[in-house]
């Protein structure tokens, strides 16, 4: 378990706060609704970070024991259940028409009913969160499985390698890296470990949302110029 991640109540709240500022930047450049379920990832992760300082003033009991079973129980839903369905339906979303278009949306089918299934884990069967080498460790039962596992990160990390959106499949690459190292060197924290590193390189998509790279109306203009009939179309509907 080699590496040493120093991780506090401290640093979360330093991180959603950071986190969250670009954040709020990234979803003032997002142009379309499509693009603002993407455009508020960083955000969204933000406010994850912040909930998991709770979970650490929990365990250092600095705050009571239903605050600290509220906060983890908010942790856990959000990273195991409601994360690996947004993911993929943000990029369901921002996706052209096409054969990328339809296996994201299977993808998107799968996370659904991963979602559902994970949700009941957690909010059936009771997790044991722990301080372990300086992380935290969020067990469950009923959702720490091979099969659970292996679905959680196609979900997750699928999709947007599957992105027509070139940083989208980059961001997609650096999560899926992300999950592998964390489930070798911190499986006993993963869920902790992983949504920091996920929430650090998110801020990429600020600086794409920025400069235009992740764009609907783009995209749509693209389709349009390939396809002549409908630009036909469009031409005699004005007239």
């Not at 091979?146 to 679905?151: D, E, K, Q, S, Y």
Request: charged share 10%; hydrophobic share 55%; proline share 3%.
């Amino acid at each position: 378990m080699g590496v040493n991640v120093c991780i506090s109540a401290e640093v979360n709240f330093a991180a959603a706060a950071i986190i969250g500022t670009v954040g709020i930047a990234t979803l003032r450049h997002a142009e379309h609704p499509r693009e603002v379920l993407l455009a508020s990832m960083p955000l969204l992760f933000a406010l994850h970070q912040f909930i998991e300082g709770f979970v650490w003033l929990g365990l250092d009991q600095k705050i009571g024991s239903l605050a600290l079973e509220n906060s983890s129980l908010l942790f856990v839903l959000y990273a195991q259940a409601i994360l690996p369905f947004l993911m993929p339906l943000s990029v369901l979303l921002i996706e052209r028409e096409g054969w990328r278009r339809n296996v994201i949306g299977a993808i998107v089918a799968i996370a659904f009913g991963l979602m559902i299934y994970m949700t009941y884990g957690v909010m059936g069967f009771q997790t044991q969160v722990a301080a372990e080498h300086h992380s935290i460790a969020y067990r469950n039962p009923e959702t720490e499985s091979l099969v659970t596992g292996a679905l959680y990160i196609f979900v997750t990390c699928g999709a947007l390698v599957l992105s027509g959106h070139k940083v989208v499949r980059w961001f997609g690459i650096l999560n899926l890296v992300g999950l592998t190292v964390v489930a070798i060197v911190k499986q006993y924290a993963f869920s902790s470990v992983w949504c920091l590193y996920a929430a650090i390189v998110s801020v990429m998509l600020y600086w794409q949302f920025r400069q235009g790279n992740i764009s609907w109306s783009r995209y749509r203009t693209k389709d349009a110029v390939q396809d002549p009939a409908s630009l036909g179309t469009a031409a005699t509907s004005t007239v």
